[in-house]
Nanobody
Framework: QVQLMVSGGGSVQSGGSLRLSCEASGYQYNEYSHAWFRQSPGKKREGVAN???????IYADSVQGRFVISQDIAANTVHLQMRNLNPEDSGTYYC??????????????????WGLGTQVTVSS
């Protein structure tokens, strides 16, 4: 049974930091890249960051330099360290697994599996 267990999230003030984690199980972790997406009310789901099995990464322009995606392959876990948060970063954050053959992408149409979302709220 495939599972993507998300932890972290919460409420912070502008300029604060949060760390999200996603533990994957039920499939071969290194055959997929792992990405974070977010969605806020009235907006489309958008890709935030993605990391492939080799450790290559891609970030959305809006988070470049503030967010860092990393992974512990031995633990089948991907992390998202978020720094210098602002209210525009608020939303529900999702972890997803994307087949390696799809390339390093932030498209919300590419994930094979999704984890449940976790709420991030940044107040000004």
């Amino acid at each position: 049974q495939v599972q993507l267990m998300v932890s972290g999230g919460g409420s912070v003030q502008s300029g604060g930091s949060l760390r999200l984690s996603c533990e994957a199980s039920g499939y071969q972790y290194n055959e997929y890249s792992h990405a974070w997406f977010r969605q806020s009310p009235g907006k489309k789901r958008e890709g935030v960051a993605n990391i492939d099995a080799a450790g290559a990464t891609i970030y959305a322009d809006s988070v470049q330099g503030r967010f860092v995606i990393s992974q512990d392959i031995a633990a089948n876990t991907v992390h998202l360290q978020m720094r210098n948060l602002n209210p525009e970063d608020s939303g529900t954050y999702y972890c997803a697994a994307i087949q390696q053959s799809r390339g390093l992408t932030l498209s919300p149409y590419e994930p094979t599996w999704w984890g449940l979302g976790t709420q991030v709220t940044v107040s000004s």
